[in-house]
């Protein structure tokens, strides 16, 4: 089992910026794919970004490329989502995840991801 716990949510301004955290605890995740995503309210949850921990290769879609950046940090088994440029649409909850890596199936496809922290609200006011 992975236990998931995401922290750094909040209200900001417009062009702002917001750096989320994701802390891994139980099993080993050095194998695993950790990915963020966002659901914003009446709409489906969606990627947003992704990182294989064990070389470091991530994965943006497009709405996001350029703003976000994820990254890990192996000494603190933690995962950060540092969001830059924000907009109001970049306003929802953002949720951590993480799958074993397993050749074939793609980063984005939420359906693949095994594991899922709580949450963290993220607010974007223009």
């Known amino acids: 089992q992975v236990q998931l716990v995401e922290s750094g949510g909040g209200s900001v301004q417009s062009g702002g910026s917001l750096r989320l955290s994701c802390a891994a605890s139980g099993r080993s995740v050095s194998t695993y794919i950790m990915g963020w995503f966002r659901q914003a309210p009446g709409k489906e949850r969606e990627f947003v970004a992704a990182?294989?921990?064990?070389?470091?290769?991530?994965y943006y879609p497009d709405s996001v490329k350029g703003r976000f950046t994820i990254s890990r940090d192996s000494v603190k088994n933690t995962v950060y989502l540092q969001m830059n440029s924000l907009k109001s649409e970049d306003t929802a909850v953002y949720y951590c995840a993480a799958k074993k890596f397993t050749y074939g199936t793609a980063w984005f496809d939420i359906d693949s991801y095994k594991y899922w922290g709580q949450g963290t609200q993220v607010t974007v006011s223009s």
């Open positions: 990182i294989s921990w064990s070389v470091g290769s991530t």
